[in-house]
């Protein structure tokens, strides 16, 4: 069966809707969502200076939109993805009992980054684009 793939930063407006939107470019045919760990931002569209940077690339993202990281997310997706260790550890502190969907750090599936950093205060777009489309291919790949 198809991989269902979610992808999660904290806001869900900068990484992970990049993250999903790069992938999905790769891997049309997986169903993948983003999500944040946090609420500030749900409902908006991808930070404007992320998806201008993006779009330089060729990758489009502007009919994505916010929303919060939530329990039954570990049974609706297959692999969990967390941009940085304080993310994949907000995620786990909401796992269900019983859940084994996995969550591991998207960096490890194709960067040696350690972790994507967030171009909201580093405001380093290009940065995070290269460590995210890195582990993006490598996630395509290692994916049946
Ligand atoms: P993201 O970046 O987690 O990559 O979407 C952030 C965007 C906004 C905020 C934090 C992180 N914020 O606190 O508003």
Request: charged share 25%; hydrophobic share 45%; aromatic share 8%.
């Amino acid at each position: 069966m198809a991989t269902r793939v979610l992808f999660v930063c904290l806001g869900n407006i900068c990484r992970s809707p990049t993250a999903e939107a790069v992938f999905r470019g790769l891997r049309p045919d997986l169903p993948t969502d983003s999500a944040g760990t946090a609420g500030y931002h749900v409902g908006e569209p991808p930070y404007g200076p992320m998806q201008a940077a993006a779009r330089k690339r060729g990758i489009k993202m502007d009919d994505l939109r916010a929303r919060q990281f939530i329990a039954r997310d570990f049974a609706r997706f297959d692999l969990i993805l967390a941009m940085d260790a304080d993310n994949l550890r907000n995620i786990e502190a909401l796992r269900p009992a019983g859940a084994a969907t996995p969550v591991r750090l998207f960096t490890d599936f194709g960067s040696d980054a350690g972790a994507v950093p967030d171009p909201y205060y580093t405001r380093d777009f290009d940065g995070a684009l290269d460590i995210i489309e890195a582990a993006a291919q490598g996630l395509a790949e290692a994916l049946d």
